[in-house]
């Protein structure tokens, strides 16, 4: 199994303001996703972080508001861009290898936007 | 419309007793993962279903998915305060190509000492 860990793992953030979150995976991993968790909600994901090319976004979010990187195949990053409090959620990474295998979870980030 | 639906939606058992959740998609499921999440915190994954009529078990906690492979149940035996948390499953709708999945909305479980 796919160890994963998240930086930072909460933050308090102002209005306006972007906030870039960190995912790394103890080893080399296919695919890695992002998901959003709003308060007392399930998880919806915001897109597919694919290495060397850019994410795939789900409908609903885009890249202007939450870009992505993965540069390699143990980590990815996700910035969310000028907060509101709208944003305030549990974001969570996801990683798995090919099609089928089993889908491990970050400890995900708290972000409370004022 | 929601695409997996889960119930029930919260739990409250006495500990010792046993109790099973379910999760019924409208399609049909390529993979059906089960996970486990403490307030405000990540998911543990517990166990992944992928053929019909398939059944796993890990220490008190057993997993089925049915033939038609469009509805899972999680059953706890005799349930302890550990067991407590959210249980969420999370569907494979697209044949694993895709990799992401669907989620429920979850079940709270609360086991009373």
């Known amino acids: 199994s796919a160890v994963i860990s998240q930086k930072p793992s909460r933050d308090i953030c102002q209005r306006g303001t972007s906030l870039t979150i960190q995912c790394q995976v103890d080893?080399?991993?296919?695919?890695m996703f992002w998901y959003r968790q709003q308060p007392g909600q399930s998880l919806t994901l915001i897109a597919t972080?694919?290495?060397?090319?850019?994410?795939?976004?789900e409908s609903g979010f885009v890249i202007d508001k939450f870009p992505i990187s993965r540069p390699n195949l143990t980590f990815s990053t996700l910035t969310v861009s000028n907060m509101s409090p709208e944003d305030s959620s549990i974001y969570l990474c996801?990683?798995?290898?090919?099609?089928?295998?089993?889908?491990?979870f970050g400890p995900g980030t708290r972000l409370l936007v004022l | 419309s929601q695409e997996l639906e889960q119930s029930p939606q919260s739990l409250i058992v006495q500990e010792g007793k046993n109790l099973t959740i379910n999760c019924t998609s409208s399609?049909?499921?390529?993979?059906l993962y089960w996970y486990k999440q403490k307030y405000g915190e990540g998911l543990i994954f517990l166990m992944m279903?992928?053929?019909?009529?398939e059944e796993k078990s890990h220490e008190k906690i057993t997993a089925k998915l049915d033939e038609k492979k469009q509805q899972s149940s999680l059953h706890i035996t005799a349930s302890q305060p550990s067991h407590a948390g959210i249980y969420l499953c999370?569907?494979?709708?697209?044949?694993?190509?895709?990799?992401?999945?669907?989620f429920g909305k979850g079940t709270k479980l609360s086991v009373k000492p």
């Open positions: 996801s990683s798995s290898g090919r099609g089928g295998s089993a889908q491990y």
């Open positions: 080893s080399q991993v296919t695919m």
């Open positions: 972080a694919n290495q060397g090319s850019e994410a795939t976004y």
């Open positions: 399609k049909t499921l390529y993979g």
């Open positions: 279903l992928q053929k019909g009529g």
């Open positions: 999370g569907a494979d709708l697209y044949g694993g190509s895709q990799g992401n999945l669907i």
